[in-house]
């Protein structure tokens, strides 16, 4: 499939940037890798800051994706028991992160955390923030269903999803340096079993 000149400068500006970071990639070495004249990327972009908001937008967009819709979530708990929901939810974060693309924004907004807000505000409010409301609102309907016991739901998904975010961190980290992940993986179950435990109805 052909992509557009501005589909090129974003996807080789997140390569480099996530490789080396927004401060040690220059406008020449995109265009460069884009086989483009530095003038030229005027016409897609005004900055290379222009290129890591749209890098940053796209993400926030592509990450809300992985969370299912709430007017669904009322069929899709009745459905599910915790365990399948849990279990599903953990392999929807973890084909996300084995996709490429997924790989490098994840790794770019850790790289640039401490530089950007926009990535300060991705990471607290889009990946932890909406991520627990999400995971409050899905264990206070399991606890209305009598699924699990009644614990505090806002704890619950605190101490679900934190050490989630964790294992999944060093997973990407692991994945970037060619490593293993069997043990981090064999990790992220026992996770889940021991929360299961906790919280299941007996």
Known sequence: MTISTKEKIFHISLDLFSQKGFSGVSIREITREVGIKESSLYNHFSSKDEILESIFNFFREDFSKTLPPLEMLNEILQKHSVESFLRAGLHNFKKYMEDETGQKMWR???????????????????????????LEIVFTKFIEFKKIRPYNPKVLAIEYQY?????????????????????????????????????LEK
Do not use: C, M, W
């Open 108 to 134: 770019l907004l850790q790289v640039e955390q401490f530089r950007s807000p926009l990535a300060r505000e991705i990471i607290l409010h889009d990946l932890y923030g909406k991520t627990i409301e999400f």
């Open 163 to 199: 050490p989630v975010f964790s294992l999944l961190t060093e997973y990407n980290i692991l994945k970037f340096d060619g490593k293993g992940t069997a043990e981090v993986e064999k990790k992220l179950e026992q996770h889940i079993d021991f929360f299961l435990n906790t919280i």
